[in-house]
């Protein structure tokens, strides 16, 4: 932790953060002075990464869970009186199919997690920083909700409405002092993106093909923009989705 960082004396909550670039994020959130509490569904995990991260705790939710997503954040608010900034980086993969052959019950999953949990994620963020005076929200998209996705249509789908959403609530609470922007990451080497591999062996050197910058990002990288936008630094940027791509998608 360091006293001159982006985030120095922030509250945060990083949803997803048990492993890829939720991990990374809190790490690197925590280096640049903020206290971070971390919301995921293995306390395992939430358990082994707190101890390495001064200040730190965790609750464990279940993302695609309305009451569960709202337990969360009303824990910061418990522990530390506030919420300032919120990393909505929580999401669930599904094996790839296209449109014609997509089964409900993945169809179901993915839009539970990753719009419904990011959409009342949100919800509850807004209201807690609202009493507090202001704050900084990022939510996870993908360089998938920018372009085509055949393999994976829900998921582009899903993403797609968390621009949506990101854009509406910039412009609803922005009188309040609150900022509401997304990263659209380009392929990053996660666990997520791994099980994708097993799936479609060698989809990622095709996707690393058609990247410009020729290589995937690690988690540290997405993290790090994340971390631009929930800072000072990026005071008037509010419903923006910014492209974290490698140039894939230009």
Do not use: C
Not at 51 to 77: F, I, N, Q
Not at 90 to 118: I, Q, S
Not at 175 to 188: D, E, H, K, S, Y
């Amino acid at each position: 932790m360091t006293e001159n960082g982006m985030l120095t004396g922030k509250i945060a909550l990083v949803t997803g953060a048990s492993r890829g670039i939720g991990a990374a994020a809190a790490r690197l959130f925590t280096q640049e002075g903020a206290t971070v509490v971390l919301a995921a569904r293995t306390e395992s995990a939430l358990k082994t990464l707190a101890e390495d991260l001064p200040g730190a705790s965790y609750v464990v939710a279940d993302l695609g869970d309305v009451a569960s997503v709202e337990h969360a954040v009303a824990t910061v608010v418990e522990r530390h009186g506030r919420l300032d900034i919120a990393f909505n980086n929580g999401a669930v993969g599904v094996p790839p199919h296209p449109v014609a052959d997509f089964p409900e019950d993945d169809f179901d999953l993915v839009m539970r997690v990753n719009l419904k949990g990011v959409f009342y994620a949100v919800s509850a963020e807004v209201k807690a920083m609202t009493r507090t005076g202001g704050g900084a929200i990022v939510n996870t998209s993908s360089v998938g909700s920018l372009i085509g996705n055949p393999a994976l249509p829900a998921y582009g789908a899903a993403k797609r409405a968390v621009n949506s959403l990101t854009e509406s609530a910039a412009v609803t609470y922005g009188p309040a002092g609150i900022r509401v922007n997304a990263i659209a990451p380009g392929l990053t080497m996660t666990e997520m993106v791994e099980e994708w591999n097993r799936h479609d062996p060698g989809v990622v050197d095709r996707i690393v093909a058609g990247t410009p910058l020729g290589r995937a990002a690690a988690p540290e990288e997405i993290a790090e923009s994340a971390a631009w936008l929930l800072s000072d630094r990026a005071s008037f940027v509010t419903g923006a989705v910014l492209p974290v791509t490698g140039g894939a998608g230009v």
